[in-house]
């Protein structure tokens, strides 16, 4: 009666994601650009390239498991990148600080959707739809709607130059012979976090089970909306990562930054095969989704494809990736 | 002789890899009642979603009044006559009653584009009268989801009328009506069959067998077993063909006698619960009970009587505004939360598996888990080996068929998911146990397993309050019965001197049984 064990396997939404991974990597054989697909520093710089939608797409995860959707994290981003340009540029904050207070505001805005979602009773979409307009708008009330560069303006017109603080080189910086990006780095510890989070911690479960059947974990004993607020926090913290590792990147906090990346965010988890409706999913998925994503937008780049026909070719392979991992009926 | 309306002929079915039908025969005449019976999980709504055009890759054949048909949508099946009422309601909660019943085939005028809105509210109405649903106009135009249950249940068989169907398939459609709305069902059923329909017609519920089926037939792991007239299928006989072998006789004999033991579990005075919509009368009145240590009491309400809202009030699902004194084990209790109940040796199966009972997408292992978590991971981090060692205690106690512990609950048949809710129920080691229908839903083998772990469970010192609308399960289950009406006691009963009658009067509101409960 029973599948054997390799069909089961093959059956698991881990292996469908790796075939979409695969899918896209032959692709990639195919259209390798003159070789360029075959060497390290191409799959080097699209890890550097996916790590800030990665570690977005990480708080994705979590508060898509709980059974909502967080699209404010785009502009945490643009938040948080300005916070901390402001906080290391101009006002010379230290860098320990500066990063202590960009998480901290980072996870109040994750906290403040979870508040809305878990107390208020909001849908998730309506309620980090308000929080990613109002975050947008509050990152261009501190930056005043400047770009927050190594320039500064005076009053009276003239710029002087402030030195780039060393928390920026070390952040956008390669490791082990030039071979890895510390962002990708930052990445990789985010997708361990999430990973401890889901599958080790009591509240992992109950993220799982908050999404899987709300009202069964409720009457379960599952503290529902501390639940939820902690998953949105985390959205939130991730967050105010990806917009430093933005920042660091750009070498300045653009109030910009950040728009559309929560639907990369989403495309990354769903991709990887994380189902919307909650419940089921995990963070090995969204990272299999992130490469997938990731190797997909390089093979594009290197192969000179215009933007315009890059964009529709994303939209079409997104499709075709996620009905190569539909489970058949029944 | 009737006129054949449909034969299925040796109808197969695999999904993946797992064969759940298996050269399946059943044909069904005019006028005639047909039961399908089986175990869950032999194969019985298979078979019907099949014959509903929602499966189309089958091996077989189906013949419609001796012509072959292939249907490739459920629509092309309703067009043939054959409408399907499904155990899971296929209604619209945010539609109105009227675009319910008329979905899918609004009358329409100007070629196909407006909706005749007066003509759809004719007919609605006419269909209501034909099944004494008394729906004024303005009830049509009311979404369908501000209905109770048994009421929405009524709407979708409307549905399936308002298609002229010739062939009417019912999946348990009594699992959630009141004893009054059984009745009405089966008075239409009567008309339908006067008027030739042909029914098929699947239950669980041996008295319904017996008061409707003209033939019997069948199914066991997805094969044909066999088919009698009902008359010649004795109960026994049925039960056998079922399960495959001789139940063990249902013992009425008891651990403990009533009123034996010792100390009182659970002491309910005067409890209170208010109605969810402010200024409405009280959902639970004043309702106060003592339960031993190894007792069970059952209790004895139609729809509506309040029986939900008293455990789920007790149980603190609604918070902190139920009223009265509650003690467990000698100790005062306020239901505040689901968490401090269970804290407190409180725990509750709800009636509603899928909705508030299971959490289908988590494996087995979890599920178990899930209402005592903290035991399982100190400190806040998950032991996976105490875990494993729990869930497999458990799996094994309570016999639950599975192929590994890691595998979706939502996998599993109607039984056994109800049997890893109460695993997950048990592992909290509760001191008291609500149960609310708790083999609704079950396979008659599941069913006996049920009954004897709660023997267990009782003889090992815990106190059970069961709520079940099958009068049978609760006269050979409880020591004594209470029947609740509109939120109040108005009978109780010494196991000794209960009989169905008295109970049903008693819950329908009057010992000589003058009032009836409305739903």
Known sequence: ?330 | MADRLLALRRIGKLFGPNRVLDGVSVDLNEGEVHILAGENGAGKTTLIKILAGIHTDYEGTIELRGRPVRFATPHEANRAGISVIHQELSLIDTMSVMDNISLGREPALGGGVWLDRRGQEDRALALCRRLSLDFSAADLARPVGQFPLSIKNLVEIAKALAFDARILVMDEPTSALSRAEVDRLFTLIEALRARGCGIIYITHKMEEIYRVADRITVLRDGRWVGTAPADDCPEPKLIQWMIGRELALQSRQRARAPGEAGRAALEIRGFRVPHPVPGRPAAISDFSVSVQAGEVVGIAGLQGSGGTELFQGLFGAYGAVCGGSVMINGKPFRPESPARSIGSGLSYLTADRKGSGLVAAMSVEHNVTLASLPRVSPGGVLRPRLERASAARQAAALNIRLTSLDQPAGTLSGGNQQKVVLAKWLETRPAVLLLEEPTRGVDIGAKSEIYSLMRQWTSAGMAILLISSELPELLLLSDRILALHRGAVTGEFRRDEATPERILAAAMGSPEGQGEACA
Request: net charge positive.
């Open chain 1, 1 to 330: 009666m029973n599948p054997p064990p390799l069909r089961r396997w093959l059956a698991t939404p881990a292996f469908r994601a790796l075939l979409a991974l695969a899918f896209v990597v032959a692709i990639g054989c195919a259209f390798n650009a003159g070789g360029a697909f075959f060497h390290w520093s191409t799959h080097r710089d699209m890890l550097r390239q996916v790590s800030v939608y990665g570690i977005l797409a990480c708080g994705m995860t979590l508060v898509i498991i709980s059974g909502g959707i967080d699209l404010s994290v785009g502009s945490i981003v643009g938040l948080c990148a300005v916070l901390f340009a402001r906080e290391t540029l101009h006002e010379g904050q230290p860098a320990l600080a500066a990063l202590g207070l960009v998480l901290a505001a980072g996870a109040a805005i994750g906290l403040a959707s979870g508040t809305l979602v878990a107390r208020f009773r909001l849908q998730p979409f309506v309620a980090t739809l308000a929080m990613m307009v109002f975050a947008r708008g509050l990152a261009k009330w501190v930056s005043g709607g400047q770009k927050i560069s190594q320039a500064i303006q005076h009053p009276d017109g003239s710029f002087s130059y402030v030195d780039l603080p060393a928390i920026f080189q070390r952040l956008d910086h390669r490791i082990l012979g030039g071979n890895l990006s510390v962002v990708t780095l930052v990445f990789l510890g985010c997708v361990l976090l999430s990973w401890l989070v889901l599958e080790k911690l009591r509240y992992g479960r109950y993220i799982y089970a908050t999404g899987g059947n709300e009202e069964a974990a409720r009457l379960s004993g599952v503290p529902v909306a501390r639940t939820k607020l902690l998953a949105y926090g985390l959205s939130g913290l991730f967050g105010a990562v990806g917009g430093i590792c933005q920042a660091v990147q750009e070498q300045q906090g653009d109030p910009e930054a950040g728009s559309t990346y929560e639907l990369t965010a989403i495309a990354i988890a769903v991709i990887g095969g994380n189902n919307l409706m909650g419940g089921r999913g995990g963070i090995g998925l969204t990272l299999l989704g992130a490469l997938t994503i990731g190797t997909l937008e390089k093979i594009l780049s290197i192969n000179a494809v215009g933007e315009s026909s890059r964009l529709m070719l994303t939209g079409a392979i997104i499709v075709a990736a996620v009905l190569l991992q539909r489970r058949r009926a029944g």
